[in-house]
């Protein structure tokens, strides 16, 4: 869309954001879109020293960088395996890997650094949660379990799920469905979705194509539409603009305009639909 929401209401508050598993080594986070008209207030959070130290880099003023590992506040051990993106304070579950091309040689384990995690709910620099992203390789449902105080003020939930489990002991994408659902989150949309070829396929001779095998994916969850009711019109305003300007979902940013004009006897829908026809 070529537009942000924020130009047609000039009192879209900031969003809060809370990254766990920050290391940019996929690009820009989904939430780069807010940071580029300075809408946001990032926490990240990246163990890794390496991939903390490329965080720190960025030269965004509403950023903080800490080198915290998130999870159950207990001690654990940090497993830094050949590609950064495999490391997990899981431990990969080979027998699985082995079966897909690259994965035996990525998830090598090269050192084990000992650490220990924090909860969500007892971080201080965190002030609130509206956009909560995860992408802790296995440890996410860890997380969940441990911020329910955070995930009653949080809006938005942009996290990485696994259909067939790379680590020994992880959750899938059906356990974190469960939860999140019981924090009072529909799932909205997943994408992309990852497929693999098992050896010795290959499609187009490529390592990463893939045909059936799903294999993981990212989550999108909002607050249920049917709560919409419930929440203020600066909450709803934020859920708006994420919606719009991360994944392009007109209709259920155009339901929470419609809700802010219930409360407020506004005609901010009206505004949209306009924009949208002449976008």
């Known amino acids: 869309m070529s537009f942000s929401l924020s130009e047609l209401f000039a009192d879209i508050p900031t969003i809060d954001v809370v990254d766990v598993g920050a290391s940019p080594i996929d690009g820009d986070p989904p939430y780069q879109p807010l940071m580029s008209i300075e809408k946001a207030r990032v926490v990240c959070f990246e163990p890794n020293l390496e991939e903390y130290q490329k965080l720190q880099e960025n030269p965004y ?35 699985i890997l082995e079966h897909f091309h690259g994965f035996d ?28 992203k995860l992408d802790v390789q296995g440890g996410e ?6 911020a329910t105080q955070r995930l009653q003020q949080t809006l938005v939930i942009h996290t ?23 924090q009072g989150f529909y799932l909205h949309t997943l994408k ?10 290959l499609m187009n001779n490529d390592i990463f ?3 059936n095998q799903l294999l993981w994916g990212d989550a999108v969850y909002v607050k ?24 392009s979902s007109f209709d259920l940013c155009a339901l929470a305009l419609e809700h802010i004009d219930r409360q407020t006897q506004s005609d901010r829908q009206s505004t949209y639909f306009a924009h949208l026809i002449e976008a």
């Open 61 to 95: 003023p509403g950023l903080t960088v800490l080198p915290y590992a998130i999870g159950d506040g207990q001690d654990a051990i940090l497993n830094i395996c050949q590609a950064p993106g495999m490391s997990s304070l899981l431990t990969p579950d080979r027998e």
């Open 105 to 132: 040689q990525w998830s090598q384990i090269v050192r084990q650094e000992p650490l220990s995690t924090h909860r969500l709910d007892d971080i201080p620099e965190i002030t609130a949660i509206d956009y909560l």
């Open 141 to 146: 449902l860890a997380i969940l379990n441990h």
């Open 160 to 182: 990485e799920v696994q259909f067939v489990p790379f680590y020994q002991g992880q959750p899938l994408f059906a356990e974190l469905d469960q939860v999140l659902r019981a």
């Open 192 to 201: 992309p979705l990852v497929h693999r070829t098992f050896k010795p396929v």
């Open 209 to 211: 194509g893939g045909l």
């Open 224 to 247: 249920k539409f049917t709560d919409f009711a419930q929440l203020t019109p600066a909450q709803l305003l934020k859920i708006a603009l994420i919606l719009h300007d991360l994944y």
